[in-house]
């Protein structure tokens, strides 16, 4: 719990190694959990919230531990809500390389040191005590320290100091003065790692070319990502889509008429002819189908009593007991001709009666077009 409290802290500060795991675990965790729930728009938005704050108070804690004007929190958080709901909304693979730009403001905070004088644990330095998570030092004893001053005849009247048997000699001499002096002249220069990574990139020469990097690895990631993912839809996409468009047209049914044996005629868009009833419930949605020569072979053909038969193309179920048996358009004058004179007829095993057809369809415009008395 106390580690909790320390990331969702405001008032502490955090060294350059917790500052860059903070970071990098809230990036990775989002990128991860995205990919997992992706469709899940209000899940994906949730984790990006968290990990945006969880990014924004660790920022915080760093500029404070590197006294730095305390607006820059708000920039690596922003721009990283931003693009997390580019890649929320988008949904491509391509978008996760825009996270290279918060990314890169955070690294920035990672060349400032921070005051030396403070002590951390857990890269942690604040109100919430993480005492118990850090492991104990081993205190040295001081007793055993000693200094043994050894005066002698040299001119430079040099002093020997003697601390837990390591002997160090102070010449108190003008060469060492000299010496300090130049010590302390080169310690003015920066020598910090990060320092000097910053001042080489951000000089006014090396900033223009350090962001036209970064960008040019963020435009190539995006181009790269949507030239694969172009490259293998066709493939993938074309044999999937072509089925759900021909099924969708099946679909579409048109002036249903009910005749007197508990059937219903329609037609389709193309004027092909459907006939509708109910039976038994099934859990198959496809009963026989023309494409493969599949299922129940006693609907592959409509046969009526004088024994004029007409094929099928596919025989489907809507909610598990509602049949429909789809013709050619070539076939619907022929067949509604036998509809309507013919005795009875039959399909899928079920015998229906024609009885009272004729009159039925030859008071619809749609049908009695195709009828010839």
């Known amino acids: 719990m106390q580690l909790l409290k320390s990331i969702f802290c405001l008032s502490g500060f955090d060294n350059r190694q917790r ?27 949730m984790v990006l919230f968290i990990a945006v704050m969880v990014c924004v108070f660790s920022t915080k804690r760093r500029l404070q531990d590197a006294q730095l004007n305390k607006n820059w929190s708000a920039a690596p958080g922003v721009i990283f809500a931003l693009t997390g709901l580019v890649i929320i909304t988008v949904n491509h693979a391509g978008a996760y390389w825009l996270l290279l730009i918060p990314m890169a403001l955070s690294t920035l905070l990672l060349t400032y040191p921070g005051k030396p004088e403070k002590s951390y644990q857990l890269g942690y330095n604040g109100p919430v005590d993480l005492q118990g998570f850090s492991r104990p030092h081993s205190r040295s004893n001081q007793s055993n320290s000693r200094i043994e001053p050894t005066l002698t005849g040299s001119t430079d009247a040099e002093q020997t100091i003697a601390i837990d048997g390591n002997e160090q000699v102070f ?26 990574i910053r001042l080489l990139l951000l000089n ?38 072509a089925p759900v468009q021909t099924q969708a047209q099946q679909d579409e049914k048109l002036h249903q008429i009910d005749l007197p044996d508990n059937f219903s005629l329609l037609l389709n868009q193309y004027q092909g002819v459907i006939i509708n009833w109910q039976s038994d419930k099934t859990e198959q949605t496809q009963i026989w189908s023309v494409k493969t020569a599949q299922g129940d072979s006693s609907c592959e053909n409509i046969t009526f009593n004088n024994g004029e038969s007409y094929r099928t193309y596919g025989v489907t179920t809507e909610m598990g007991d509602n ?3 789809s013709f050619s358009p070539l076939d619907t004058k022929a067949l509604l001709q036998a509809i309507a004179f013919r005795g009875h007829f039959r399909l899928c095993g079920y015998k229906f009666s024609l009885k009272g057809s004729q009159a039925v369809l030859g008071k619809n415009n749609h049908y009695a077009q195709f009828i010839d008395y």
């Open 19 to 45: 500052y860059g795991a903070i970071c990098g675990i809230s990036y990775l965790s989002f990128i991860l959990m995205s990919a997992i729930l992706t469709g899940y728009m209000i899940s994906s938005a």
């Open 171 to 196: 010449h108190p001499s003008g060469e060492a003065a000299t010496a300090s002096g130049e010590n302390f002249g080169s310690a003015s220069a920066p020598t910090d790692p990060g320092e000097q």
């Open 204 to 241: 006014k020469k090396n900033a223009l070319y350090a962001g036209g990097v970064i960008l040019a690895f963020i435009i190539t990631g995006i181009v790269m990502s949507l030239l694969f993912s172009d490259g293998e839809k066709p493939a993938g996409v074309s044999n999937d889509t």
């Open 323 to 325: 049949y429909f048996a």
